[in-house]
Protein backbone atom coordinates (compact mmCIF):
# COMPACT_ATOMS: atom_id res chain seq x y z
CA UNK A 1 0.00 0.00 0.00
CA UNK A 2 1.35 3.25 -1.01
CA UNK A 3 0.23 6.59 0.07
CA UNK A 4 0.73 9.80 -1.35
CA UNK A 5 4.26 8.89 -3.41
CA UNK A 6 6.65 11.20 -3.90
CA UNK A 7 9.82 9.83 -4.75
CA UNK A 8 12.67 11.91 -3.07
CA UNK A 9 14.77 10.21 -0.16
CA UNK A 10 13.19 7.26 0.74
CA UNK A 11 13.90 5.61 4.28
CA UNK A 12 13.14 2.28 5.04
CA UNK A 13 12.64 0.92 8.83
CA UNK A 14 11.96 -2.68 9.50
CA UNK A 15 10.30 -3.15 12.88
CA UNK A 16 10.66 -6.53 13.99
CA UNK A 17 8.19 -7.96 17.01
CA UNK A 18 6.94 -10.72 18.28
CA UNK A 19 4.73 -10.38 21.51
CA UNK A 20 5.45 -6.43 21.85
CA UNK A 21 1.83 -5.87 21.98
CA UNK A 22 2.54 -3.51 25.11
CA UNK A 23 5.10 -1.01 23.59
CA UNK A 24 4.36 -1.76 19.98
CA UNK A 25 1.46 0.94 18.89
CA UNK A 26 4.24 3.98 20.49
CA UNK A 27 6.96 2.30 18.30
CA UNK A 28 4.48 2.32 15.05
CA UNK A 29 3.24 6.09 16.07
CA UNK A 30 6.81 7.30 16.55
CA UNK A 31 7.92 6.36 12.88
CA UNK A 32 4.54 7.15 11.63
CA UNK A 33 4.31 10.63 12.55
CA UNK A 34 7.88 11.47 11.34
CA UNK A 35 7.71 14.67 9.43
CA UNK A 36 10.11 16.79 6.84
CA UNK A 37 11.23 16.10 2.84
CA UNK A 38 11.38 12.50 2.81
CA UNK A 39 8.98 9.21 2.54
CA UNK A 40 8.74 6.50 4.37
CA UNK A 41 9.14 2.72 3.32
CA UNK A 42 7.74 1.44 6.78
CA UNK A 43 7.79 -2.81 7.33
CA UNK A 44 6.89 -4.58 10.34
CA UNK A 45 8.07 -8.41 10.61
CA UNK A 46 5.90 -10.36 13.05
CA UNK A 47 7.08 -13.20 14.13
CA UNK A 48 3.07 -14.93 14.69
CA UNK A 49 2.50 -13.02 17.88
CA UNK A 50 -0.07 -14.58 20.23
CA UNK A 51 -0.96 -11.47 21.87
CA UNK A 52 -2.78 -8.95 20.13
CA UNK A 53 0.13 -7.83 18.37
CA UNK A 54 -1.47 -8.12 14.62
CA UNK A 55 -4.67 -6.02 16.24
CA UNK A 56 -2.40 -3.37 16.43
CA UNK A 57 -0.89 -3.42 13.69
CA UNK A 58 -3.88 -3.77 11.07
CA UNK A 59 -5.32 -0.58 12.99
CA UNK A 60 -2.49 1.86 11.86
CA UNK A 61 -3.09 -0.38 7.83
CA UNK A 62 -6.43 1.04 8.07
CA UNK A 63 -5.85 4.26 9.05
CA UNK A 64 -3.54 5.41 6.82
CA UNK A 65 -5.56 3.20 3.98
CA UNK A 66 -8.88 4.89 5.04
CA UNK A 67 -6.67 8.58 5.00
CA UNK A 68 -6.92 8.76 8.54
CA UNK A 69 -3.63 9.03 9.25
CA UNK A 70 -2.31 12.55 8.88
CA UNK A 71 0.91 12.26 6.63
CA UNK A 72 3.64 14.84 7.51
CA UNK A 73 5.79 13.51 4.96
CA UNK A 74 6.04 13.15 0.99
CA UNK A 75 4.61 9.31 1.52
CA UNK A 76 4.37 6.38 3.27
CA UNK A 77 4.73 2.84 2.53
CA UNK A 78 3.44 0.62 5.01
CA UNK A 79 4.17 -3.48 4.85
CA UNK A 80 3.50 -6.09 7.04
CA UNK A 81 3.40 -10.26 7.92
CA UNK A 82 2.89 -12.23 10.84
CA UNK A 83 4.36 -15.23 10.51
CA UNK A 84 6.99 -17.82 12.49
CA UNK A 85 10.90 -17.14 11.99
CA UNK A 86 14.18 -17.72 12.97
CA UNK A 87 14.50 -14.85 15.05
CA UNK A 88 15.41 -11.08 15.16
CA UNK A 89 18.10 -11.54 12.64
CA UNK A 90 16.12 -13.39 10.61
CA UNK A 91 12.96 -11.56 10.47
CA UNK A 92 15.27 -8.20 9.78
CA UNK A 93 16.84 -9.97 6.68
CA UNK A 94 13.13 -10.62 5.51
CA UNK A 95 11.80 -7.18 6.17
CA UNK A 96 15.25 -5.86 4.03
CA UNK A 97 14.70 -8.17 0.95
CA UNK A 98 11.64 -6.18 1.14
CA UNK A 99 12.97 -2.67 1.39
CA UNK A 100 12.87 -0.31 -1.27
CA UNK A 101 14.43 2.92 0.11
CA UNK A 102 17.90 4.41 -0.26
CA UNK A 103 18.54 4.46 3.06
CA UNK A 104 18.03 1.53 5.80
CA UNK A 105 17.59 1.42 9.53
CA UNK A 106 15.35 -0.95 11.34
CA UNK A 107 13.73 0.16 14.98
CA UNK A 108 12.72 -2.99 17.73
CA UNK A 109 8.85 -2.98 18.80
CA UNK A 110 9.94 -1.33 21.83
CA UNK A 111 11.91 1.46 21.06
CA UNK A 112 10.55 4.79 19.41
CA UNK A 113 12.08 7.36 17.61
CA UNK A 114 11.77 11.43 18.87
CA UNK A 115 9.93 13.72 16.32
CA UNK A 116 12.16 14.96 13.60
CA UNK A 117 14.88 11.92 13.58
CA UNK A 118 13.77 11.28 10.15
CA UNK A 119 14.54 14.76 8.81
CA UNK A 120 17.47 15.11 10.67
CA UNK A 121 18.54 11.59 8.81
CA UNK A 122 17.69 12.75 5.46
CA UNK A 123 19.34 16.23 6.04
CA UNK A 124 22.56 14.53 6.94
CA UNK A 125 22.89 11.85 4.14
CA UNK A 126 22.05 14.86 1.59
CA UNK A 127 25.13 16.42 2.57
CA UNK A 128 27.53 13.34 3.02
CA UNK A 129 27.24 11.66 -0.33
CA UNK A 130 30.75 9.63 1.14
CA UNK A 131 28.69 8.09 4.42
CA UNK A 132 27.43 4.51 4.58
CA UNK A 133 26.75 5.07 8.71
CA UNK A 134 25.36 7.84 10.08
CA UNK A 135 24.02 7.15 14.54
CA UNK A 136 23.10 9.91 16.92
CA UNK A 137 22.36 10.33 20.31
CA UNK A 138 19.51 8.40 22.40
CA UNK A 139 18.17 7.86 25.80
CA UNK A 140 17.41 4.85 28.05
CA UNK A 141 13.30 4.45 29.33
CA UNK A 142 11.91 1.94 31.19
CA UNK A 143 8.73 0.12 30.69
CA UNK A 144 6.75 3.35 31.44
CA UNK A 145 8.75 5.40 28.83
CA UNK A 146 10.24 7.76 31.66
CA UNK A 147 13.52 8.40 30.52
CA UNK A 148 16.25 7.00 33.17
CA UNK A 149 19.81 7.98 31.21
CA UNK A 150 21.75 8.78 28.09
CA UNK A 151 23.22 5.97 26.11
CA UNK A 152 27.08 6.54 25.91
CA UNK A 153 28.00 7.07 22.43
CA UNK A 154 31.40 8.43 21.03
CA UNK A 155 32.73 9.86 17.95
CA UNK A 156 33.56 7.22 15.34
CA UNK A 157 36.68 5.02 15.83
CA UNK A 158 36.62 1.62 14.14
CA UNK A 159 39.56 0.54 16.69
CA UNK A 160 37.30 1.41 19.56
CA UNK A 161 34.72 -0.41 19.09
CA UNK A 162 36.88 -3.34 20.02
CA UNK A 163 36.32 -2.65 23.94
CA UNK A 164 32.69 -0.11 23.81
CA UNK A 165 29.36 -0.19 22.29
CA UNK A 166 29.84 3.50 21.41
CA UNK A 167 26.84 3.31 18.68
CA UNK A 168 23.04 3.36 19.92
CA UNK A 169 21.05 0.86 17.03
CA UNK A 170 18.07 2.54 17.25
CA UNK A 171 20.00 5.99 16.88
CA UNK A 172 22.06 4.29 13.37
CA UNK A 173 20.96 4.90 10.04
CA UNK A 174 23.18 3.35 7.44
CA UNK A 175 22.66 3.44 3.03
CA UNK A 176 21.33 0.75 1.19
CA UNK A 177 23.81 0.25 -0.73
CA UNK A 178 26.92 0.31 2.21
CA UNK A 179 24.89 -2.17 3.71
CA UNK A 180 24.34 -4.68 0.66
CA UNK A 181 28.47 -4.16 -0.05
CA UNK A 182 29.44 -5.36 3.40
CA UNK A 183 27.03 -8.31 2.96
CA UNK A 184 23.93 -7.20 5.23
CA UNK A 185 23.09 -8.76 8.74
CA UNK A 186 25.32 -11.99 9.25
CA UNK A 187 22.25 -14.48 9.98
CA UNK A 188 24.28 -16.56 12.43
CA UNK A 189 24.17 -14.12 15.07
CA UNK A 190 21.05 -13.59 17.14
CA UNK A 191 22.27 -11.04 19.68
CA UNK A 192 25.34 -8.72 18.36
CA UNK A 193 23.99 -8.28 14.68
CA UNK A 194 24.24 -4.86 14.77
CA UNK A 195 27.57 -4.62 16.71
CA UNK A 196 29.18 -6.97 13.90
CA UNK A 197 27.24 -4.71 11.10
CA UNK A 198 28.91 -1.51 12.56
CA UNK A 199 31.95 -3.00 12.27
CA UNK A 200 31.41 -4.02 8.68
CA UNK A 201 30.59 -0.31 7.69
CA UNK A 202 33.41 1.02 9.59
CA UNK A 203 36.15 -1.00 7.39
CA UNK A 204 34.75 -0.09 4.31
CA UNK A 205 33.12 3.40 4.65
CA UNK A 206 32.44 6.81 5.81
CA UNK A 207 30.97 6.83 9.53
CA UNK A 208 29.75 9.67 11.38
CA UNK A 209 28.55 10.55 15.01
CA UNK A 210 25.72 13.43 15.04
CA UNK A 211 25.31 15.08 18.76
CA UNK A 212 21.53 15.10 18.20
CA UNK A 213 18.89 13.00 20.10
CA UNK A 214 17.34 11.04 17.82
CA UNK A 215 15.53 7.80 19.50
CA UNK A 216 14.72 6.41 23.24
CA UNK A 217 16.33 2.99 23.83
CA UNK A 218 13.66 1.23 26.03
CA UNK A 219 14.82 -1.27 29.08
CA UNK A 220 12.13 -4.15 30.57
CA UNK A 221 12.70 -7.24 31.90
CA UNK A 222 12.09 -8.84 28.74
CA UNK A 223 14.42 -6.30 26.88
CA UNK A 224 17.34 -8.54 25.71
CA UNK A 225 19.73 -6.00 26.65
CA UNK A 226 19.26 -6.66 30.83
CA UNK A 227 17.18 -10.20 30.84
CA UNK A 228 19.00 -12.45 32.77
CA UNK A 229 17.75 -15.25 30.19
CA UNK A 230 19.76 -13.86 27.54
CA UNK A 231 22.57 -11.51 28.67
CA UNK A 232 24.90 -14.57 28.92
CA UNK A 233 24.09 -15.30 25.05
CA UNK A 234 24.36 -11.94 24.49
CA UNK A 235 27.87 -11.02 26.05
CA UNK A 236 29.48 -14.35 24.82
CA UNK A 237 28.22 -13.69 21.16
CA UNK A 238 29.39 -9.98 21.57
CA UNK A 239 33.02 -11.42 22.56
CA UNK A 240 33.17 -13.81 20.02
CA UNK A 241 32.65 -11.03 17.36
CA UNK A 242 35.29 -9.21 18.93
CA UNK A 243 37.57 -11.47 18.53
CA UNK A 244 37.05 -12.46 14.76
CA UNK A 245 37.36 -8.81 13.56
CA UNK A 246 39.79 -7.58 15.64
CA UNK A 247 41.87 -10.75 16.42
CA UNK A 248 41.66 -9.82 20.14
CA UNK A 249 39.85 -9.87 23.22
CA UNK A 250 39.55 -6.84 24.96
CA UNK A 251 39.38 -7.47 28.73
CA UNK A 252 36.85 -5.22 29.24
CA UNK A 253 34.27 -7.37 27.17
CA UNK A 254 35.84 -10.41 29.19
CA UNK A 255 35.35 -9.25 32.57
CA UNK A 256 31.69 -8.39 31.65
CA UNK A 257 31.23 -11.67 30.08
CA UNK A 258 32.69 -13.48 33.65
CA UNK A 259 30.52 -10.74 35.89
CA UNK A 260 27.53 -12.33 33.89
CA UNK A 261 28.70 -15.67 34.41
CA UNK A 262 29.50 -15.23 38.12
CA UNK A 263 26.31 -13.54 38.81
CA UNK A 264 24.39 -16.78 37.41
CA UNK A 265 26.44 -19.58 38.42
CA UNK A 266 28.22 -18.47 41.94
CA UNK A 267 26.27 -20.66 44.83
CA UNK A 268 23.89 -19.14 47.15
CA UNK A 269 24.51 -16.45 48.90
CA UNK A 270 28.30 -15.71 46.63
CA UNK A 271 25.65 -15.01 43.93
CA UNK A 272 24.24 -12.00 46.29
CA UNK A 273 27.18 -10.42 47.62
CA UNK A 274 28.56 -7.85 44.99
CA UNK A 275 32.39 -8.04 46.58
CA UNK A 276 32.24 -11.86 45.87
CA UNK A 277 30.79 -11.57 42.47
CA UNK A 278 33.67 -9.08 41.59
CA UNK A 279 36.48 -10.98 42.98
CA UNK A 280 35.28 -13.72 41.26
CA UNK A 281 35.00 -12.70 38.23
CA UNK A 282 38.32 -10.78 38.34
CA UNK A 283 39.89 -13.96 38.86
CA UNK A 284 37.76 -15.57 35.91
CA UNK A 285 38.81 -12.77 33.90
CA UNK A 286 42.34 -13.37 34.73
CA UNK A 287 42.93 -16.81 33.46
CA UNK A 288 40.64 -16.62 30.67
CA UNK A 289 41.57 -13.14 28.77
CA UNK A 290 45.42 -15.23 29.25
CA UNK A 291 43.40 -17.85 27.22
CA UNK A 292 42.06 -16.51 24.79
CA UNK A 293 44.52 -13.92 23.71
CA UNK A 294 47.32 -16.53 24.70
CA UNK A 295 49.43 -14.71 26.88
CA UNK A 296 49.02 -10.68 28.16
CA UNK A 297 47.79 -8.45 25.10
CA UNK A 298 49.26 -5.01 25.06
CA UNK A 299 46.07 -3.22 24.08
CA UNK A 300 44.89 -4.04 27.37
CA UNK A 301 47.12 -1.53 29.44
CA UNK A 302 44.87 1.67 27.67
CA UNK A 303 42.23 -0.35 29.12
CA UNK A 304 43.28 -0.51 32.75
CA UNK A 305 42.25 3.12 33.99
CA UNK A 306 40.64 4.55 36.28
CA UNK A 307 37.18 4.99 35.22
CA UNK A 308 37.46 1.14 34.31
CA UNK A 309 38.24 0.51 37.81
CA UNK A 310 35.09 2.48 39.41
CA UNK A 311 32.78 0.15 37.01
CA UNK A 312 33.77 -2.70 38.81
CA UNK A 313 31.46 -1.84 42.05
CA UNK A 314 28.84 -0.55 39.72
CA UNK A 315 25.89 -2.50 38.66
CA UNK A 316 25.24 -3.31 34.49
CA UNK A 317 21.95 -0.82 34.71
CA UNK A 318 24.56 1.76 36.37
CA UNK A 319 26.80 1.90 34.28
CA UNK A 320 24.48 1.48 31.21
CA UNK A 321 22.80 4.46 31.98
CA UNK A 322 25.00 6.41 34.70
CA UNK A 323 22.18 6.48 37.01
CA UNK A 324 22.07 4.10 40.44
CA UNK A 325 18.94 1.76 39.58
Not at 45 to 66: A, F, W
Request: some cysteine; proline content about 2%; overall charge neutral.
Amino acid sequence: MIINPLHNVAISIVTPSYNQGAFLAETIESVLSQGGDFSIDYIIIDGGSSDNSVEIITKYETLLQRGEWHLNCHGITFRWVSEQDRGQTDALLKGFCMATGSIFAWLNSDDTYLPDALQTVTNFFRHNRDAGLMYGEANYCDAAGTCIGRYRTEDFKLDKLASANIICQPAAFFRRASFETVGGLDDTLHFAMDYDLWIKLGRHFSCHHIHQLLAHYRLHKTSKTINSDTLTKNSEESLEVTRRHFGWAPVTRVYTSCHILCSAHLPGLFRLNRLAVTAAALLCTLFRSLKMNHGFHRKDLQLLSRKNFYKLFKSRLEIMTGNKP
